[in-house]
């Protein structure tokens, strides 16, 4: 079953078409990043799942059921507009979610102590959230997302806002929501985030789905480049589209920068230059990132980070 399921959902406001025939489905116990840049649908796409805002067409179903009420206990939700009371303790903000989650207020208290405890902020539990810094406020609001240990995890931009040794215990989080058998889906514009964390992802531009799939999918979708010490060109080798030299050549040896053609593969090419007893000294494939998976698929001018 799909924790999350988008059939051809279309979303209006106005003039405005902030989702356009989206279709996807997030299968159950994986971790789903939603990229895109700026305006590309996300969060109008998460708050159609959590029943915020209704489809103008299409429908969605989570954890098998049309978004709604009845699911609420199941889901916990990082909004991208991060905002609590900001009178309330951390601890009782973690609990006073917790309840609403139906946990008891036993269990909310010791399950909340024990998150603040694992994000660093044990001797903060008593502080109200307007003594609390904006990241450790964003803690405690993953917290409340987190304590009831829902099947299904929103988090929309959950990294922005986090320094960098925040994002890796978020990153950390993610994972273990993961192991405890939760799905989770994420929106980010840090593409490092999505590479260390995603089963699948999803790149949406203009509302518009730009490509589904896994991580070595989305690297599949540029030509291989390699990065070769040889003592001539590799221009004119079957499969080769560009061969450029990097820096100086050194007792003959030249660094090559080398783009195949599409759907060519960096051992086919390899085996060429062997039969053709071209002389390498080094052949390595440089994995293209999901930066430049992004950029290359959405196009610059839409992938403004
Ligand atoms: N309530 C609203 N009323 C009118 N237009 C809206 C509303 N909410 C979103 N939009 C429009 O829908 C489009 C998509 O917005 P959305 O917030 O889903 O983008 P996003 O991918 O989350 O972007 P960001 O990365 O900046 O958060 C934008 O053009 C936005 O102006
Ligand atoms: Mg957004």
Redesign the pocket.
């Known amino acids: 079953m799909s924790a999350l399921d988008v059939d051809n959902v279309t979303k209006r ?2 003039r ?1 078409i ?1 989702v356009d025939g989206l279709s996807f489905a997030v299968p159950e116990g994986q971790v789903f990043g939603f990229l ?10 998460l708050r159609m799942a959590l029943d915020i805002i209704r489809p103008t067409e299409g429908r969605l179903t989570v954890l098998g059921r049309s978004p709604g009420r009845e699911n609420a206990a199941d889901i916990g939700f990082l909004p ?1 507009e991060r905002g609590l009371y900001r009178q309330m303790t951390a601890i009782d903000t973690i609990v006073y979610f917790g309840r609403l989650k139906g946990m008891t207020a036993h269990d909310a208290r010791t399950e909340g102590l024990a998150l603040l405890e694992r994000f660093g902020l044990g001797d903060n539990a008593r502080f109200t959230i307007d003594k609390l810094s904006k990241g450790m406020a964003q803690k405690v609001q993953l917290a409340t997302a987190v304590v009831n240990r829902p099947k299904l995890l929103i988090l ?2 959950p990294f922005s806002g986090l320094d960098p040794v925040n994002q890796r215990l978020l990153e950390d989080e993610i994972r273990r929501a993961s192991a405890n058998g939760a799905t989770v889906v994420f ?1 980010t ?1 840090v593409m490092q985030h999505a590479e260390r964390l995603c089963d699948k992802l999803l790149l ?1 531009a203009r ?1 518009r789905k730009k490509f589904e799939g896994t991580l070595d999918e989305a690297r599949a979708q540029l030509p291989a480049r390699l990065s070769v010490v040889a003592r001539q060109s590799l221009a004119g080798v079957a499969g080769v589209k560009s061969c450029v030299p990097a820096g100086t050549a050194k007792d003959g040896w030249q660094e090559w920068d080398v783009e195949l053609n599409p759907g060519v593969a960096a051992g086919d090419v390899l085996q060429v230059c062997t039969e053709q007893s071209i002389s390498l000294r080094r052949f390595d494939e440089r994995r293209a990132s999901l930066h430049d998976v992004f950029l290359q698929i959405v196009g610059p001018a839409e992938a403004r980070p």
């Open positions: 406001f106005d405005t902030a895109g840049g700026n305006g590309a649908g996300k969060t109008t796409t991208e929309d931009e929106s514009h949406l509302g």
